[in-house]
T-cell receptor, first 115, second 110 residues
């Protein structure tokens, strides 16, 4: 089955702790993305990566970090510097970012709650 | 940057009714998608439609890129159609990143 997996499904964190959210895809896509969704809102882009060992900040990158060591994996770390981290986090992938065809596909998401 | 507006923000229908959801955008786009977010949060791809018309069962979509809007039609609605419908666009100018609208929340009553 080709697709995008995210883990864990639910994550609870104490204030001051860093946590890492996992995202894996087996679609052979070059581009991967992290979005944040707050209740009743649309999605906002945190970071994206066009290729291995390269990534760019999105609209709300402060307090987050990413790595892209493998094509299949794009983990997101929510650091203690993120002031309001409780949210639903969605990972996506597409063939390429800078393309006339850029259809994105999404994973099931991780719900992060800060206690 | 590009602005995306969806209307209506909320919609309640009786099962079997038809509806039209609208997405307006403020700049030229070369990518446009419609998604359905189910109650568990999963975003399901409905249409990739930067221009033209597509149909998939009871759903169809039309994008008029020159007039900067897209429409999603739902016919003979079912309770399983409930959820949030998002439009997302990527502009031809700038960084090709997708911008999401705030969604239309649809509830279909049995």
């Amino acid at each position: 089955d080709g697709g995008i997996t995210q883990s864990p499904k639910y994550l609870f964190r104490k204030e001051g702790q860093n946590v890492t959210l996992s995202c894996e895809q087996n679609l052979n896509h070059d581009a991967m993305y992290w979005y944040r969704q707050d209740p009743g809102q649309g999605l906002r882009l945190i970071y994206y990566s066009q290729i291995v060992n390269d990534f760019q900040k999105g609209d709300i990158a402060e307090g987050y970090s990413v790595s892209r060591e493998k094509k299949e994996s794009f983990p997101l770390t929510v650091t203690s510097a993120q002031k309001n981290p409780t949210a639903f986090y969605l990972c996506a992938s597409s063939i390429q970012v800078r393309s006339s065809y850029n259809e994105q596909f999404f994973g099931p998401g991780t719900r992060l709650t800060v206690l | 940057g590009i602005q995306v507006e969806q209307s209506p923000p909320d919609l309640i229908l009786q099962e079997g009714a038809n509806s039209t959801l609208r997405c307006n955008f403020s700049d030229s786009v070369n990518n446009l998608q419609w998604f359905h977010q189910n109650p568990w949060g999963q975003l399901i791809n409905l249409f990739y439609i930067p221009s033209g018309t597509k149909q998939n069962g009871r759903l169809s979509a039309t994008t008029v890129a020159t007039e900067r809007y897209s429409l999603l039609y739902i016919s003979s609605s079912q309770t399983t159609d409930s959820g949030v419908y998002f439009c997302a666009v990527a502009s031809t100018s700038g960084t090709y990143k997708y911008i999401f609208g705030t969604g239309t929340r649809l509830k279909v009553l049995a």
